[in-house]
């Protein structure tokens, strides 16, 4: 089943601003928008954000999400050491009758 | 919480049952699921199944893998046959959120790994 498509890594320095995106088409993202998920090496994923834009309580609020199109942006802003990690995407597929997940972006923290 | 059992090392062709007991949610009520990780790899769902029952699967374990659920015992179920090695990975269960997209809450996994 085909995933959605995020950058594989992605580079900021500390106190800078990450933006990843997450791209797939008018059957999952463009109809749905996506959750994003962070995850630490060893550790289950976190939800960070669910139906788009939508946050979890306790979830930070240096987080924030969007959508344009068929394209989900997750935003990270004052990043900090513990956002060094792995962040996908995820929805449900219409036209699959499936759940996807974006590959992944590993977010280093310089 | 979502903990999960049953993985473990299990030859090809072989079969396992992944268990997920749940606490403080309601197993029956939610849609659940199952998503696994691969080594060094990203997520990847599995399956699922809804509040009224209704089940879903991935392609890549279509005919082989089964999921269920125990009311009683308020657990979730994947029963997993004809194991491959590409079936190697974390098996998580999953809660997913109201409207039933999204993955809000996850266990901490149970290792399967396909292998002679």
């Known amino acids: 089943q085909a995933g959605l498509t995020q950058p594989p890594s992605v580079s900021m320095g500390l106190r800078q601003t990450a933006t990843l995106t997450c791209t797939g088409n008018?059957?999952?993202?463009?109809?749905?928008?996506a959750a994003w998920l962070q995850q630490h090496p060893g550790l289950p994923p976190k939800l960070l954000f669910y139906?788009?834009?939508n946050r979890p309580p306790g979830s930070s609020e240096r987080f924030s999400s969007s959508r344009s199109g068929n394209t989900a942006s997750l935003t990270i802003t004052g990043l900090q050491p513990e956002d060094d990690a792995d962040y996908y995407c995820?929805?449900?597929?219409?036209?699959?009758?499936?759940?996807?997940f974006g590959g992944g972006t590993k977010l280093t923290v310089l | 919480q979502l903990v999960e059992s049953g993985g473990g090392l299990i030859q090809p062709g072989g079969s396992l049952r992944l268990s997920c007991a749940a606490s403080?949610?309601?197993?029956?009520?939610?849609?659940m699921g199952w998503v696994r990780q691969a080594p060094g790899k990203g997520l990847e769902w599995v399956s699922a199944?809804?509040?009224?029952?209704?089940?879903y699967y991935a392609d890549s374990v279509k005919g082989r893998f089964t999921i269920s659920r125990d009311n009683y015992n308020n657990t979730m179920y994947l029963q997993m046959n004809s194991l491959r090695a590409d079936d190697t990975a974390v098996y998580y269960c999953?809660?997913?959120?109201?409207?039933?997209?999204?993955?809000?809450?996850w266990g901490q996994g149970t290792l399967v790994a396909v292998s002679s």
């Open positions: 403080g949610l309601t197993v029956s009520s939610n849609y």
């Open positions: 995820s929805t449900w597929d219409t036209s699959l009758s499936a759940w996807v």
């Open positions: 139906r788009n834009t």
């Open positions: 008018n059957n999952n993202v463009g109809s749905r928008g």
């Open positions: 999953a809660k997913l959120e109201t409207t039933g997209y999204d993955f809000d809450f």
């Open positions: 199944v809804n509040n009224g029952g209704n089940t």
